[in-house]
């Protein structure tokens, strides 16, 4: 079993910036730790559906969403097992919780029931 567990979220005015960290633990039954698996995050707001943020291939290819392009930065640290993501120039649009979750072969990166395996979350709070 892998565990994911995401901190960093918090209260920031718009403009600001905050760094999400997930740390990795745990293998599967078959041993396959964080440097097997493809990583992302997504984001749900209140009342609205768990969405797509970005994503970082086990090879450290990137994906975004488009409203968070040249603002937010996905990146990973196999010797660490811990995903990162680094958000910039904030909105209030980008308030929500924010999921850290891994896939070991997905077919669509930006699709949820594709990952196998979910942190608790961490909530983002932008105002204005």
């Known amino acids: 079993q892998v565990q994911l567990v995401e901190s960093g979220g918090g209260l920031v005015q718009a403009g600001g910036s905050l760094r999400l960290s997930c740390a990795a633990s745990?293998?599967?039954?078959?041993?396959?730790?964080?440097?097997?698996?493809?990583m992302a995050w997504f984001r749900q707001a209140l009342g609205k559906e768990r969405e797509f943020v970005a994503a970082i291939s086990r090879a450290g290819t990137t994906y975004y969403t488009d409203s968070v392009k040249g603002r937010f930065t996905i990146s990973r640290d196999n010797t660490k097992s811990t995903l990162y993501m680094e958000m910039n120039s904030l909105k209030p649009e980008d308030t929500a919780v924010y999921y850290c979750?891994?896939?070991?072969?997905?077919?669509?990166?930006?699709?949820?029931?594709?990952?196998?395996?979910w942190g608790q979350g961490t909530q983002v709070t932008v105002t204005s």
């Open positions: 979750t891994a896939s070991s072969a997905y077919a669509n990166f930006a699709r949820v029931g594709d990952y196998d395996y």
């Open positions: 745990g293998r599967t039954a078959s041993g396959r730790t964080f440097n097997y698996y493809h």
